[in-house]
């Protein structure tokens, strides 16, 4: 079976500084996705990851894909409060691409403080 | 911006009872998935659907559950007979034809189940 190993699970940020958030997986795929979650409210989808090398950015948020080493990094620079949330990576495992069943890690829960 | 809507929030029922979860998924998506959520836990996959029947199960999704299209906007997912570890918060998704590969899927707001 698949597994989705995230850490670390609980990350305090101080403002301003930088972090990183490593989600780890246990066999081939290159379909990798990263979610936010903020408490009580959905799944916000944050990047998707297609190939090995991806790099995608956002704000504040950078993510990347190595397929070799299965191996996605969520990079965070001089973290904000509104960051605050839990984020959570997910690799796909379908059989057929568009069947979506995606296993996700366990969640990284982010608190940022001044 | 289009997104999925989930009723009920919340729904509280009896261990036994039927309960049947309504979601309207993004109009023009083709895909269309439920996942659940223990209080605390990860999220985890229950079922694809497309073209009126499902793609893929977990095992989780046993035969106290079933999934339904009854017409060309809802998607419900039915558990026939309600055990306490129900207890979840149940997200709808749906997810359109995507050419770069991708399968992005659009996650409603959930509906919290609570069994007791």
């Known amino acids: 079976e698949l597994k989705v190993e995230q850490n670390p699970l609980f990350l305090s940020m101080q403002e301003g500084k930088n972090y990183t958030i490593y989600c780890n997986y246990s066999?081939?795929?290159?379909?990798l996705y990263w979610y936010r979650q903020d408490p009580g409210k959905s799944l916000e989808s944050l990047f998707v990851?297609?190939?090995?090398?991806a790099v995608k950015q956002e704000g504040r948020l950078m993510a990347s894909l190595d397929t070799k080493a299965r191996l996605s990094t969520l990079h965070i620079t001089a973290a904000v409060h509104d960051l605050s949330a839990t984020y959570f990576c997910?690799?796909?495992?379908?059989?057929?691409?568009?069947?979506?069943?995606?296993?996700f890690g366990a969640g990284t829960q982010v608190v940022v403080t001044p | 911006e289009p997104e999925v809507t989930q009723t009920p929030s919340h729904q509280v029922t009896q261990m036994g009872q039927e309960v049947i979860l309504r979601c309207v998924p993004i109009?023009?998506?083709?895909?269309f998935y439920w996942y659940r959520q223990i209080l605390g836990q990860k999220v985890e996959f229950l079922v694809s659907?497309?073209?009126?029947?499902?793609?893929?199960k977990s095992e989780i999704f046993d035969d106290q559950f079933s999934v339904e299209r009854p017409d060309g906007s809802n998607f419900t997912l039915k558990i026939r007979s309600t055990k306490l570890e129900d207890s979840a918060m149940y997200f709808c998704?749906?997810?359109?034809?995507?050419?770069?590969?991708?399968?992005?899927?659009?996650f409603g707001a959930g509906s919290r189940l609570t069994v007791l």
């Open positions: 659907f497309y073209n009126n029947e499902i793609s893929e």
């Open positions: 066999t081939t795929s290159d379909r």
């Open positions: 109009s023009n998506h083709l895909y």
């Open positions: 997910a690799v796909d495992m379908s059989y057929i691409r568009s069947w979506g069943k995606l296993q």
């Open positions: 998704a749906s997810s359109g034809v995507q050419h770069s590969g991708a399968n992005v899927l659009t």
């Open positions: 990851l297609l190939s090995n090398g």
